[in-house]
């Protein structure tokens, strides 16, 4: 009876010897080469754990630092960006106090102006002792309107602009002249033949209107009167 033959070739040292199958990988080894194969799945396994090991220290770390956020590289970018907007947040609101300060500095000096001139045409009318009903109620309408306006200034505003994350404020003045420089020298266009009642005169004039072919109506206040200037013309 002949012996069965249970050789095959070893997958390592390629001899024909009694062989064991690895049934991971479904290959044949020797007893010899079996036991290092092993050994190599082994080490394989080991550097497996290692890396989980190193994988959960990992994920201890960043349990760790989201309990403490301040610690985290976002978060300090985030704080950095909070430091940075807020600096410009005051720089820019500090730049509308300013805006805001002088324009109401301007503003009470112009009310101011328009006072002292009144009270200038209400002493020289109690001098003159020459006035009528007409002069009392334009008198008594300009100083209720300069009450509500300076009650109620309406030259600024507050414009935010939405486009940003960080809303961006700038002042809207409508008093645009007031920061402007006049030229020194001006051209008479009315009156500047001294005070008086002719058509050439005004006395006290105390309001203009400049119409679309600009003609110039003047309200000539102590003549009680409106005059009419045409472009150009030498008299009202």
């Known amino acids: 009876m002949a ?3 249970n050789k095959a070739q070893c997958f390592t040292c390629n001899k024909d010897k009694i062989t064991y199958p690895c049934k991971g990988c479904l290959k044949e080894f020797c007893l010899n080469h079996l036991t290092e194969h092993q ?3 082994n080490e394989e ?10 994988f959960k220290q990992t994920i201890n770390e960043q349990k760790q630092n989201s309990q403490n956020p301040q610690n985290h590289s976002l978060i300090k970018q985030i704080d950095q960006w909070e430091t940075n907007s807020i600096e410009i947040i005051q720089e820019k609101a500090q730049k509308c106090r300013k805006i805001v300060a002088k324009s109401s500095e301007t503003f009470i000096h112009d009310i101011e102006k328009k006072f002292n001139d009144l009270c200038e045409q209400i002493k020289q009318i109690h001098a003159e002792n020459e006035f009528n009903e007409t002069n009392l109620i334009y008198l008594k309408n300009q100083l209720i309107k300069m009450t509500e306006e300076l009650n109620n200034p309406s030259n600024m505003s507050i414009q935010q602009n939405s486009q940003t994350f960080i809303n961006d404020i700038s002042i809207i003045s ?3 002249s007031k920061f402007n420089k006049w ?3 001006g051209i008479t266009v009315a009156g500047g ?3 008086g009642q002719k058509l050439n005169q005004l006395n006290r004039p105390f309001g203009v209107f400049v119409d679309e072919k600009k003609n110039i109506f003047i309200a000539d206040f102590f003549n009680h009167r409106i005059v009419e200037w045409k472009y150009n013309a030498k008299q009202g």
């Open 3 to 5: 012996m069965v033959n």
């Open 45 to 54: 396994l080991n550097h497996i754990i290692n890396d989980y090991d190193q």
């Open 193 to 195: 033949n001294g005070e």
């Open 174 to 176: 409508s008093e645009i």
């Open 39 to 41: 050994q190599i799945l």
């Open 183 to 185: 030229k020194q020298n």
